[in-house]
């Protein structure tokens, strides 16, 4: 069965540190994607990347970093973690030209900043 | 741009009840379109999708048809279960490359016993 991981379920870190999301897919797809899903807001697009060492900005990118160094893993980085950073973060993945496939999605990542 | 409007939630219903949830979308070209559900404390699942004019996805009872004369991708089923509980998110995806899909807000639904 295909799949998108995320390293962690839930996550707690404090305000100012760096904090890295993981995000790994077993599926050769050359895109991937980095969400952050709030109440009321809907999913929101972070960054996005379709192939290694590439990298593009959602609609969301401030305060945040991401790093593409292998194609079948995508990390998100919290430079220096903020309250109103807390927030539910998706990993997604796709293959360019394909569109009708759709997005797969990792489980999710509750991360709380204290 | 690309857009795609779900009816408001949240949806409340009792168990066997029938589910419509609106999905109307806006796109320059000619877009595939899909339905996700989130369970609660999951990340997102394609539950069905059509990608040209008149196909109906179908997928756990779920349907939806692509009316291009009406732009729509209206989410049915025809009785719930209380394991049906979750958010749906319509979508569209308009592009081969890159960043090539616009979600709905979601709905959140909630079928009681």
């Known amino acids: 069965d295909v799949k998108v991981t995320q390293s962690s379920r839930y996550l707690v870190k404090r305000t100012g540190e760096k904090v890295f999301l993981e995000c790994v897919q077993d599926?050769?797809?050359?895109?991937m994607f980095w969400y952050r899903q709030d109440p009321g807001l809907g999913l929101r697009l972070i960054y996005f990347s379709y192939d290694v060492k590439m990298k593009e900005k959602g609609d969301i990118p401030e305060g945040y970093s991401v790093s593409r160094e292998k194609k079948e893993r995508f990390s998100l980085i919290l430079e220096s973690a903020s309250t109103n950073q807390t927030s539910m973060y998706l990993c997604?993945?796709?293959?360019?030209?394909?569109?009708?496939?759709?997005?797969?999605f990792g489980s999710g990542t509750r991360l709380t900043v204290v | 741009g690309d857009s795609v409007t779900q009816m408001e939630g949240p949806v409340t219903l009792s168990e066997e009840a029938f589910l419509t949830i609106n999905c109307t979308y806006t796109a320059t070209g000619y877009p595939s379109l899909f339905w996700y559900v989130q369970y609660p404390g999951e990340g997102l699942q394609l539950l069905l999708k059509a990608t040209k004019a008149d196909d109906k996805g179908s997928n756990k009872g779920f349907e939806a048809t692509y009316r291009k004369e009406t732009t729509s991708f209206h989410l049915e089923k025809g009785s719930v279960q209380v394991s049906d509980s979750a958010v749906y998110f319509c979508a569209l995806s308009d592009q081969d490359y890159g960043q090539n899909f616009v979600f709905g807000p979601g709905t959140r639904l909630s079928v009681l016993p």
């Open positions: 997604a993945s796709s293959i360019p030209f394909h569109r009708d496939h759709g997005y797969t």
């Open positions: 599926m050769d797809h050359e895109n």
